[in-house]
C-alpha cells in the first residue's frame, strides 16, 4: 500500500508509468563493455556478476558504499552482522575485483560505520596509498541506554599512486564569524562582511558537521533507509575530479553519487542490484537536469549547516 504522506512531503516515489519510462534507462550487462556502452549509465545487476565486463582503466574515482556490517535489509536483499574478520575478507573481494577499474591517478573514497572502520582501513592499505578517514555527522540516530548514541559515520580516503587530483579551493566552507577580529585600520581579519552577514572561507578538514542527513521536506528525499546526501557526493566529487572525469559507483542505491555527478558535469556509472532503487535513481537523473542545484551548496561554495536563514536572497537551500 501506498505511504499517506503530508501535503509538504517531497518525497521521491514513482508511480506506475514513471516506473515503465523509467525501466528504459536501465541496462544490464552480459559482455565485455566499452566506455560508450556503460558511460552515463544505471546497471541493474550484482556488480560481482558484471565486475569482469567492465573495462580496465576507466575509473577516476571509486565512490564505495558497500552494505555495512550490521543487519539490514533492503527491499527484496537482506544483510546480517558478521565478525570483524569475515567483513574485512568479504570487503578484500570486492576490492580486488574493482581494482582493474581503476586509473594510476583514480581515487577512492569508501564508506563504513565505526565498528567496520579499522578492518577497512587494514584492507586498503594492503592495495593502496591511505590519505585520510573522514568522519562525519549524521545528526540523527537511536538513543542508547547504556552505551553512547551513534551519530557519526567514517569515509576512508585513498589514491592508487602519489598522482592523483586534490582540488581543495573546490570545497571549502562558508562559517559564519563567531568573532569578527580586525586589522588595526579596521578592515576584517580573514572574513567578509557582506549583506547576508559575516563570513570566513576555510579550509575543509576530515570532520564534517555541515552535511544534513535527507528527509521528508528535502527534494532529493527517497525512502531508500541509508541514502547519503548529495552534499556529502558533491565534496567528495569535487575535491577528487575535474570536470569530465568518470565516476564509479559499485553500490549506488537510489544514485545520490550520479545525481551529484550530473549536477557537476562529469560522467559516471551505477550499478545496483535493487530495481526500484535503480528506477528512482532514473527519475533523480532526470529531476537533475530541472533542477541542478544541491543543497548546502550554492555560487561554487559549501555552506555551513543552517546559515541559509542568513541569506533570504538564496532560494537554492
Not at 563567531?178 to 567578509?192: E, F, N, V
Not at 555541515?210 to 541509508?226: A, K, L, Q, R, Y
Amino acid at each position: 500500500m501506498n505511504k499517506i504522506r503530508a501535503h509538504r512531503n517531497r518525497t521521491i516515489i514513482l508511480s506506475q508509468t514513471e516506473k515503465e519510462q523509467y525501466r528504459k534507462d536501465l541496462i544490464r550487462i552480459s559482455k565485455p563493455a566499452n566506455i560508450k556502452t556503460i558511460r552515463d549509465k544505471i546497471v541493474n545487476q550484482n556488480i560481482f556478476e558484471i565486475v569482469d565486463f567492465l573495462p580496465k582503466n576507466f575509473v577516476d574515482l571509486l565512490i564505495l558504499d558497500p552494505p555495512y556490517n550490521l543487519n539490514k535489509t533492503f527491499k527484496s536483499t537482506s544483510f546480517r552482522k558478521t565478525g570483524i574478520s569475515e567483513y574485512a575478507k568479504w570487503f578484500e573481494k570486492c576490492l580486488l575485483a574493482l581494482l582493474p577499474t581503476l586509473r594510476n591517478t583514480a581515487t577512492i573514497y569508501v564508506c563504513c560505520d565505526w565498528y567496520s572502520s579499522t578492518a577497512i582501513h587494514l584492507v586498503l592499505e594492503k592495495y593502496l596509498k591511505v590519505r585520510n578517514r573522514i568522519t562525519w555527522e549524521r545528526e540523527k540516530g537511536r538513543g542508547a541506554k547504556k552505551n553512547w548514541k551513534n551519530v557519526s559515520e567514517d569515509i576512508w580516503f585513498a589514491t592508487v599512486s602519489d598522482d592523483y587530483v586534490f582540488n581543495i579551493g573546490d570545497v571549502k566552507l562558508k562559517r559564519k564569524v563567531l568573532a569578527p577580529y580586525t586589522d588595526s585600520d579596521g578592515r576584517p581579519k580573514d572574513w567578509q562582511d557582506s549583506s547576508q552577514g559575516q563570513f570566513r572561507l576555510t579550509h575543509p578538514s576530515n570532520l564534517w558537521n555541515d552535511i544534513t542527513v535527507p528527509f521528508w521536506s528535502m527534494p532529493e528525499n527517497t525512502d531508500h533507509p541509508t541514502q547519503k546526501p548529495e552534499k556529502l557526493l558533491a565534496k567528495l566529487i569535487l575535491a577528487s575530479t575535474n570536470e569530465n572525469d568518470f565516476i564509479f559507483d559499485p553500490f549506488m542505491g537510489v544514485g545520490s553519487s550520479l545525481a551529484a555527478a550530473k549536477k557537476l558535469y562529469r560522467r559516471f556509472l551505477g550499478v545496483e542490484i535493487e530495481k526500484e532503487y535503480c528506477l528512482l535513481a532514473a527519475k533523480r537523473l532526470h529531476l537533475a537536469e530541472l533542477a541542478p542545484t544541491i543543497q548546502g551548496y550554492y555560487d561554487g561554495v559549501f555552506w555551513e549547516r543552517n546559515t541559509f536563514k542568513l541569506q533570504k536572497k538564496v532560494k537554492t537551500f
